[in-house]
């Protein structure tokens, strides 16, 4: 396996929490609790913060890790992970969520090596969603995938559509939630950034549907939870919760 960059980017301008990255978790900023998950991944050669924000870039210095300073006009985080590991050698790049305090290390590592072997464009993880009041809400993103594992779409919408209610006699779960994890091949990742968002990109507002529309096999990897992110200040409770019962406080 060649070299892998782990990236997270974590931009000041929040639609629904500005300054999030900042933002005490426990008394830990947030961006320093993702980056201390983020070192437990086996995988990464190097982590890199990619931001907007000379606040943010600060507080990355101060956890050890290297700050990219980006544009502020990126339309996606990819297109900004893009720009953070120009000139650097890497054959893989995983973009690693700013504002997920419980991001597993291992789904990392097993993010990232599903591309490795070359037969995969993208990677990415879902988790079976529990609670019927988040099949219907927009916030969470459902993905629904092929025998193989490959993605064939990612929707703010119920996918599957349960026409007929059959949905609980089913063994298996039905709707799975997208967790916003994704490992790039470098020559692929390079690929997305110079096309502009496709037109069901700028409808649903999901940034994996320009790579479906450009016909990149996206592997999806199940796990067991969804984690905890961090998107209104009215997450922050819930995150601190997950945290005490952990023992990560």
Known sequence: ?????????????????PGKALHPIAGRPLLARVIDRVR??????????????????????????????TSPSHPSGTDRIAEAVRGRPADVVVNIQGDEPLVDPALIDAVAEAVAGGEWDMATAAAPIRDPAEVIHPAVVKVVWAADGEALYFS?????????????????????????????????????VREPPCRLER?????QLRALHLGARIRVLRAADAGVGIDTPEDVARAEAALRELGLT
């Open 1 to 17: 396996m060649g070299a892998i960059l782990g990236v997270i980017p974590a931009r000041w301008g929040s639609t629904r929490f």
């Open 40 to 69: 437990g991944a086996l995988r990464l050669n190097a982590i890199l913060v990619a931001t907007d924000d000379e606040r943010i870039a600060q507080l990355a210095v101060g956890c050890g890790v290297e700050a990219v300073m």
């Open 156 to 192: 703010r919408s119920p996918i599957p559509h349960d026409r007929d209610g059959c949905a609980p006699a089913e063994r298996e779960p039905v709707w799975w939630r997208h967790i916003g994890l994704y490992s790039y091949r470098r020559d692929f990742l390079e690929r997305f």
């Open 203 to 207: 409808i649903e507002k999901l940034e």
